[in-house]
């Protein structure tokens, strides 16, 4: 039995080390609670007129003011959704058809971006859309004044996302922002990452679309909002009855929504004595990681998410690093081809100059919150101990420490 | 349910016949160029019977499992019978294997026939 493990009730058996928060956080206390409660007591639905009915509207209403807030919008300007990736297309999908209705056909967006937004853009291109992928350079970071050049007279979006998922490097979005305005072109970002995590405000940051998703500011999974400033003019993926003013059919999932809220506004409160955390502990991991000979780190140094950690070791691959991580009761993940089901290795790590060699050995650590001074010292033990350990039987390292191959790293 | 059987992640944990042999008389070794997995093996042939084997791999618990595996099935077995040996053969003896994981396995067959192949260059001698 490896020394780690979650019971049902989702408390650890025994000590785990979860630093995965990028692929999904465990819900809070409160936001639990909260769902329970509208289980058991606003079940109603938000759209009959009785007075249980108009009860889990006010839920809702709730709900939205308390998420518009936490963002610096109107509560009429959110939408609630089944998560990140049904924003992400509903965003791209609406300043697309605006788009074409004005005969403009060019989108611009990054090589880094999630699937979400990157497989509606493959969509697109194939209904007629063409599409400019501006680079997101070594650090991980796009330049703004790239935007501007790569924005056309045709153009009708540009979708950058807020902070990238695996080597969490913060886009200047106030910067592309600006650009975007002066140009008179929308921006929508893919905030999933940095919403409850790092200070996001629609009218600061100036982005007339944005897409969050709850899971990862502990909250539930399958839900999240979309908002969408106001005049901007949303095009329905799902057709049916008139919830969310007739942009999205569907009854709402109230204790979701709910829950959403709850985890958010908590979030936010705490934000910046998480953040402050957070980043000394991340400071840490980076340091000893550092230690490991033919390491690097993914992403600018500095302006990278509080919790995010992404390094790649030479010669040896993700998936079995993990493995032998989660033996010893750390979750993590990586950008190796082999973790990812397909042939290839991340994206996000090819985007940034990763050669396939070196993105093979890829690390992901997106620590929570509860994580302490001690389980940075657990864990970067652990890694130096499993990356020696597979080093020792990798025939590439041979040949990288024999001197018959070229060290990247 | 775990990404991989009891008996992968067991070779995994433990893989058997890890390392070099310095007088090996036939090493192999391939890789997969898409996804990046590199396995090399070492034969020591002797009387036409692979007497010791040993392997070196980069790459993800599938690919380290098969290679651990295909060593224990070739180890003191007559060169007839070790040219037989197929990705199939390893990954049933492994429980399965995920399906997007099978070519993982097809390496360990890969480079025992590549070494099989040194061997003969090697010796001139015909199996
Ligand atoms: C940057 C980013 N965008 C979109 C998504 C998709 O969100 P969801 O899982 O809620 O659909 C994720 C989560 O994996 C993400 O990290
Ligand atoms: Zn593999």
Redesign the pocket.
């Known amino acids: 039995m490896p020394p780690g493990g979650f019971t049902a009730s989702g408390k650890e058996s025994y000590a785990v080390i979860y630093a995965d928060n990028?692929?999904?956080t465990r819900m809070s206390e409160a936001a639990m609670d909260t769902m329970v409660a509208m289980m058991k007591e606003s079940w109603g639905n938000p759209s009959s007129l009785y007075a249980h009915g108009q009860e889990a509207k006010e839920v809702l209403e709730k709900a939205r003011k308390d998420i518009a807030e936490a963002i610096g919008a109107s509560p009429r300007e959110i939408i609630f959704t089944?998560?990140?990736?049904?924003?992400?297309n509903q965003a791209i999908r609406s300043a697309a058809a605006l788009g074409r209705k004005q005969g403009k056909m060019h989108i611009v967006s990054t090589a880094f971006?999630?699937?979400?937004?990157l497989h509606t853009l493959d969509a697109l291109r194939e209904e007629g859309f063409e599409v400019t992928l501006v680079d997101v350079h070594e650090n991980g970071l796009v330049v703004p004044e790239e935007v501007g050049e790569a924005i056309r007279e045709d153009t009708c979006l540009v979708t950058v996302?807020?902070?990238?998922?695996e080597i969490g490097t913060v886009q200047p979005i106030r910067e592309i922002s600006a650009v975007c305005r002066k140009r008179n072109v929308i921006f929508h970002t893919?905030?999933?990452?940095a919403v409850g995590h790092i200070p996001v405000n629609v009218e600061e940051d100036g982005v007339d679309m944005l897409?969050a998703?709850?899971?990862?500011f502990h909250g539930p999974?399958?839900?999240?909002f979309l908002y969408a400033r106001k005049g901007i003019r949303l095009k329905n993926l799902i057709e049916g009855g008139a919830q969310e003013r007739g942009k999205r059919a569907g009854t709402e999932n109230v204790p979701g929504i709910a829950a959403m809220a709850v985890a958010l506004k908590e979030a936010c409160a705490n934000m910046e004595g998480n953040a402050a955390h957070l980043t000394k502990i991340r400071d840490r991991l980076i340091a000893g990681l550092r230690e490991i000979p033919h390491a690097a780190l993914n992403g600018d140094e500095t302006r990278r998410l509080p919790g995010n950690v992404n390094f790649c070791f030479e010669g040896i691959e993700g998936e079995s690093l993990l493995l032998l991580l989660d033996d010893r009761g750390i979750c993590a993940s990586s950008g190796s081809a082999c973790t990812s089901g397909s042939l290839d290795p991340s994206h996000v790590l090819l985007a940034i100059g990763r050669v396939h060699d070196v993105a093979h050995g890829s690390l992901r650590l997106s620590i929570g919150e509860d994580i302490t001074g001690e389980d940075a010292e657990n864990i970067i033990r652990n890694v130096k101990e499993v990356v020696s350990y597979l080093r020792g039987f990798s025939p590439i390292w041979r040949d990288l420490t024999a001197g018959k191959k070229a060290f990247i790293l | 349910m775990a990404l991989y059987s009891e008996k992968v992640m067991d070779h995994f944990r433990n893989p058997r016949n890890v390392g070099v042999i310095e007088d090996a008389n036939g090493i192999g070794e391939v890789g997969n160029a898409k996804c990046g997995d590199i396995m090399k093996m070492y034969l020591k042939i002797e009387d036409d019977v692979v007497q010791d084997v040993k392997f070196e791999t980069f790459g993800c618990g599938s690919a380290i499992a098969s290679s651990s595996m295909a060593t224990e099935m070739i180890k003191g077995k007559p060169l007839s019978e070790v040219k037989q040996l197929t990705n199939k053969a390893v990954a049933e003896a492994l429980d399965g294997l995920p399906d997007y994981k099978m070519h993982c396995s097809v390496l360990a067959e890969e480079a025992i026939h590549s070494a099989l192949e040194d061997y003969q260059k090697r010796t001139g001698r015909k199996i």
Do not use: L, P
């Open positions: 990028a692929a999904t089944s998560g990140g990736s049904e924003a992400d971006e999630h699937h979400a937004v996302m807020y902070a990238n998922n893919d905030a999933v990452q897409s998703s709850a899971h990862k999974k399958g839900v999240g």
